[in-house]
């Protein structure tokens, strides 16, 4: 049976507004449908704000009417209240400021724009970006938090022992209100124990290898498992290893990961497994990697091809990958034929705009943009017929919900693809 704290009651009951009480409500009935016994202090949220495609089933013009319908589940309009958590939004569903380079029309803009308002009044942070933890998102080992970005859920659950879970978009904003979330999955220590061992017996180096490795342990690993990834020869950084949660999280979800020797619950291999034998022991070799790298690039196109449109930076680009795109497009220019996109954070932006690396990008023709990516808006370029990503992520779900050729490689190959025109097969 769950326990209220005297606090959580009193806000349940009313005492500290009507929006809180409604959250409270909701993260109450979400606990009991999991069978909590008690409720985890939520310090930090990363909340999918802006005018997402799904609101529109609503029908309405009524920001108001929207977001407590949708995001609250109540028919009555509620009031706005400051979040008790502190804020941060995730991907929308526009480049805010650059939105007439993506397609998008001034009242597309206009109605998004009122969505941001409306949460920037109740103390959102409107960063607009599924790499929160480079942005100031930053929960530390222990503190229970709340996200809508996978990957993100992920790295912060393995890198720095956060406790989060992969919830709803609408529990999200419940626990941004209320302050609270079920004590359940993550949140209990005993729950993130490694479950099943993946031994690397191949080098992982360039983010390329980690997104191949991301999307080759997702592919093999069971629904609601945790792999412990074992035997790494070189030391990831933080720029290449996102590519490895956020492959993951695409072909299999996990929320937590053990990576021997840089996990902070995974110092070593028995640690990591909680003293238990593993469910199971799966080798990774260079073949496997393969594997899922043809599965990324299968079209019927086996020539080279033009491409029409090329997409990177899945999850958002850092400081870091922008200076060595700027350096690979320095003095260059973008074909023609093709349109690039190199996407990031807003204020990862606004530092490449110090630096001069969005100047030196965009004198070769390529396009910088912000606040979220073909998947998130659901926008390419019109009569885009081939498209080609640095992303496993991209790649996989782009593949089967557009009418279009899908191609998959590394960040120098979609470079000098995009400058050539040509996709060399």
Same mark, same amino acid.
């Given at each position: 049976m769950l326990r209220l704290t005297d606090y959580e009651q009193e806000m349940l009951n009313g005492k500290y507004g009507k929006l809180k009480e409604c959250a409270l409500k909701k993260i109450v009935e979400y606990a009991n449908a999991l069978n909590a016994e008690e409720l985890a202090e939520v310090t930090m949220a990363h909340i999918f704000c802006g005018n997402h495609g799904y609101l529109n089933v609503m029908k309405s013009d009524n920001v108001e009417e929207i977001i407590s319908q949708m995001q609250y589940c109540s028919d009555e309009l509620l009031p706005q209240e400051k979040f008790l958590a502190y804020a941060q939004s995730d991907c929308g569903p526009i480049d805010t400021i650059n939105y007439s380079k993506m397609g998008v029309t001034n009242e597309e803009a206009r109605k998004n724009q009122e969505f941001l308002e409306y949460y920037k009044k109740q103390g959102a942070n409107i960063v607009g970006t599924c790499v929160p933890y480079m942005c100031g998102f930053i929960p530390l080992a222990g503190e229970h938090y709340v996200s809508s970005e996978s990957h993100a859920v992920t790295l912060m659950n393995s890198l720095w022992s956060a406790c989060g879970n992969s919830d709803g978009l609408e529990a999200g904003f419940w626990s941004a209100v209320c302050g609270r979330t079920p004590k359940w999955g993550n949140h209990i220590k005993e729950n993130r124990k490694g479950t099943h061992v993946f031994n690397i =017996?191949?080098?992982? +180096?360039?983010?390329?290898?980690?997104? /191949? %490795?991301?999307?080759?342990? !997702?592919?093999? %690993?069971?629904?609601?498992?945790?792999?412990?990834?074992?035997? =790494?020869?070189?030391?990831?950084?933080?720029?290449?290893?996102?590519?490895?949660? @956020?492959?993951? @999280?695409? #072909?299999? !979800?996990? &929320?937590?990961?053990?990576?021997? !020797?840089?996990? $902070?619950?995974?110092?070593?291999?028995?640690?990591?497994?909680?003293?238990? &034998?593993?469910?199971?022991?799966?080798?990774?070799? @260079?073949?496997?990697?393969?594997?899922?790298?043809?599965? =990324?690039?299968?079209?019927?196109? *086996?020539?080279?091809?033009?491409?029409?449109?090329?997409?990177?930076?899945? $999850?958002?680009?850092?400081?870091? +990958?922008?200076?060595?795109? @700027?350096? /690979? /497009?320095?003095?260059? *220019?973008?074909?023609?034929? #093709?349109? %690039?996109?190199?996407?990031?954070?807003? $204020?990862i932006k606004y530092t490449a705009d110090s630096c001069g690396y969005t100047e030196t990008i965009e004198n070769s023709g390529a396009i910088v943009l912000t606040g979220t990516c073909p998947l998130t808006s659901g926008k390419m370029p019109e009569n885009t017929k081939t498209v080609a990503f640095d992303s496993a992520k991209q790649a996989h779900y782009i593949k089967p919900n557009k009418n279009v050729e899908v191609y998959y490689g590394s960040i120098e190959k979609c470079i000098n693809s995009a400058i050539k025109g040509i996709w060399e097969v």
């Open positions: =017996l191949c080098d992982i +180096e360039s983010s390329m290898d980690w997104d /191949l %490795l991301g999307y080759t342990i !997702g592919r093999k %690993l069971p629904t609601h498992s945790i792999p412990v990834i074992n035997g =790494l020869t070189t030391r990831p950084n933080i720029f290449n290893i996102k590519y490895f949660f @956020a492959a993951m @999280a695409t #072909t299999s !979800g996990p &929320e937590m990961c053990h990576i021997v !020797g840089i996990s $902070p619950e995974a110092p070593d291999l028995e640690t990591a497994l909680g003293g238990k &034998e593993p469910v199971s022991t799966i080798n990774i070799r @260079a073949c496997d990697l393969q594997e899922s790298f043809e599965i =990324l690039n299968i079209n019927e196109n *086996k020539n080279d091809t033009k491409i029409d449109y090329i997409s990177m930076g899945c $999850p958002h680009y850092s400081i870091e +990958e922008l200076r060595q795109i @700027a350096n /690979l /497009l320095d003095g260059k *220019k973008i074909s023609n034929n #093709t349109v %690039l996109h190199i996407w990031t954070a807003p $204020p």
